[in-house]
């Protein structure tokens, strides 16, 4: 058997991060397995689903390195076989048609209310002549439950799950319209897709056994099932605003790397051992859903930086110059150059590329720099004198990392300081703060003239 998963989004919104997480849990699993990714976008609600949120999910998916192996299905384009099966559901005997007006249905719902028990519709059109129907009522089409028994669900990651199922209720696959419901919709396109797994949040747990009541109604075979615990802020609430970021390209904005973003998603509820650090690779050899725990997650973004830190600090620097081209932005050949060649000791810094690109910033500015009250403080006038003798020591130094120490050495000889004492005047003449890369780095990418001018402006 050849693993077929899927992720099913519904088009009326951002991708969300615990979707972002159900996708990601898909799709390790298919390559784990060996077997094929699919993606279905699940638009039958006309009303909510729109063209935006379908490209923001397909927009978030690319950006994570989630690309399925066949091309999306659109559930709204297979209409005709979802009705195809109910209308042979009713031809079989395993559905009928039902003239219950909403009028009916509202009272039968209050007397269950009056009467303090659970709602269960109990149709009567489930066994009565069709001939008895009322001319001005339009159908809907119902399975039949079943009335004895129970349905029980070997869940991947829940375990064993049950309900009676005199809880089931004869639940609509047809509207009067004509149109499907999503149970029933949800269903055909699983079975014709082949999906071996169904993996999702574990809110979907109770549409499960009346998802089963189609496929034995079909005769068909049961996909294996795993509901995965939902994903909480760190209060233990449902995720939302107030908690943080809660789309997936809020992440982008943010400043994390997808394959940051992709690490920490997936330690949300799986583990292997105490490994924080896992790639793409590493983590396809690794992935098994029955290792997902039971317990919702708790998003916790301080860990989300921290494992986008490793990321960046991992990163190529032609890609993180760019990222920092992108937010700046910036374009003048010059000024990517320097970014370039002090992004080894930029990235050691940095937390997101938020925090990188700012800290990239002061190569991009002329002479003279708005300093921070901070480094202003620097620049006393034993501070000034030492800028003063660094320009003109570097005037004639060999511009390299070794002529730029010897230059520094020169200027706290003269001063009779120490080399720290030096950079920080220096650092603050440079860059506008006192955090930086090193400074003989941070000269050399500056380059001689513009080091100099900057020395001198402030001297």
Request: hydrophobic share 40%.
């Amino acid at each position: 058997m050849t693993v077929r998963t899927r992720f099913a989004p519904s088009p009326t919104g951002m991708l969300h991060i615990g979707g972002a997480r159900t996708a990601l849990f898909n799709f390790l699993y298919a390559r784990h397995m060996g077997g094929q990714f699919l993606l279905r976008i699940e638009d039958t609600d006309r009303e909510r689903s729109t063209e935006a949120a379908t490209q923001m999910i397909l927009r978030g998916l690319d950006w994570l390195g989630l690309t399925p192996d066949e091309a999306p299905v659109m559930q709204s384009t297979r209409q005709a076989r979802h009705t195809e099966v109910a209308l042979d559901m009713l031809a079989r005997g395993a559905a009928y048609r039902c003239y219950l007006s909403q009028e009916e249905l509202t009272a039968m719902r209050a007397a269950a209310q009056a009467e303090k028990r659970p709602f269960r519709l109990q149709s009567p059109w489930r066994d009565r002549d069709p001939s008895e129907a009322p001319p001005d009522v339009k159908p809907v089409i119902r399975i039949k439950a079943p009335r004895d028994g129970e349905t029980v669900v070997q869940d991947l990651v829940q375990g064993e799950v049950k309900v009676g199922n005199i809880e089931l209720d004869d639940l609509i696959i047809l509207r009067s319209d004509g149109t499907p419901t999503y149970l029933h919709a949800v269903v055909v396109d699983d079975h014709d897709m082949g999906i071996t797994h169904v993996i999702r949040g574990d809110d979907h747990l109770t549409n499960t056994f009346r998802q089963i009541m189609i496929y034995r109604a079909n005769g068909w075979d049961l996909p294996q099932f795993a509901h995965v615990p939902l994903i909480h802020g760190a209060d233990g609430a449902k995720l939302s605003k107030r908690h943080g970021a809660v789309s997936v390209m809020e992440f982008d904005e943010m400043g994390i790397l997808p394959e940051a973003a992709c690490n920490y998603l997936l330690r949300l509820g799986w583990g292997h051992g105490d490994t924080e650090i896992v790639d793409r690779d590493e983590a396809i050899r690794l992935f098994d859903i029955k290792d997902v725990g039971r317990a919702a997650s708790r998003m916790d973004y301080a860990k989300l930086t921290h494992t986008n830190a490793v990321y960046l600090r991992q990163a190529d620097d032609d890609r993180l110059v760019a990222e920092v081209a992108r937010r700046m932005p910036v374009a003048d050949p010059v000024h990517l150059a320097r970014i370039k060649a002090l992004m080894p000791g930029l990235k050691e810094r940095a937390r997101t590329l938020i925090e990188l690109t700012e800290s990239a910033r002061f190569l991009t500015l002329s002479a003279p720099l708005t300093l921070e009250p901070k480094a202003e403080a620097q620049l006393t006038e034993d501070g000034k004198a030492m800028l003063r003798d660094a320009a003109g020591f570097l005037e004639t130094a060999e511009f390299t990392l070794e002529g730029i120490r010897a230059v520094l050495q020169a200027v706290a000889e003269k001063a009779g300081r120490k080399l720290g004492q030096v950079a920080q005047p220096l650092r603050a003449a440079l860059t506008g703060s006192l955090v930086s890369p090193p400074i003989d780095q941070t000269i050399l990418a500056l380059g001689r003239e513009e080091t100099i001018a900057r020395l001198r402006a402030l001297g």
